[in-house]
């Protein structure tokens, strides 16, 4: 008799210790915090991340024009822009990505051509030697600098390679490795 109490009580205290254990893991991860929009696609930067706040150039499906929006709102399966208009993931055409890197060796060449047209026209004030070396090398890079406009943008039509998804941000967890 005495062993069948001690082995109730050990099979109790088990059941328990699971239940207690099953409780505790439970309550990691339960709620996501938020969801942002990522764009994938094959290639060598395969994933582009949106957040709330972002801005975003798309099309949406049977328009011709172009939108630009700003980010308000991110759900499982859809996106509100500019906090009226909640548009689900499938009725979107073409994202337009920008090159933030071209974008930055665009304006770094704008300033350094202006800068070099600006020294140019102080050294002919000055009657000093060169500058119109200057004026004509300043306006050749602001010039020349400017056909990166034509590879800072890339639209991207959306299909079963190219796809836009939502992912949820979970506390203390990255899903993104």
């Known amino acids: 008799m005495k062993f069948i109490k001690i082995t109730f009580f050990f099979f109790l205290l088990f059941v328990i210790s ?85 974008k930055a060796a665009r304006m770094t060449g704008t300033t350094g051509g202006v800068l070099f047209m600006a020294l140019g026209l102080g050294n002919t004030l000055l009657e000093k030697d060169g500058s119109e070396v200057l004026i004509v090398s300043g306006f050749v890079a602001l010039a020349s600098v400017q056909f990166l406009r034509f590879f800072e943008n890339r639209n991207y039509k959306l299909n079963s390679y190219r796809y836009l998804r939502t992912v949820p941000q979970w506390e203390g967890l990255n899903l993104e490795q």
């Not at 548009?87 to 990505?97: A, G, H, S, T």
Request: hydrophobic share 35%.
């Open 18 to 102: 699971i239940i207690r254990i099953n409780e505790a893991f439970s309550q990691v991860n339960q709620t996501p915090k938020a969801y942002y929009l990522t764009f994938n696609k094959p290639g060598i930067k395969k994933r582009t991340r949106f957040y709330i706040g972002d801005e975003l150039k798309f099309k949406l499906k049977e328009e011709d024009f172009k939108r630009t929006a700003t980010i308000t709102a991110i759900d499982s399966n859809s996106i509100t822009i500019n906090g009226v208009a909640k548009i689900p993931l499938e009725d979107f055409r073409v994202i337009q990505l920008s090159k933030k890197r071209i």
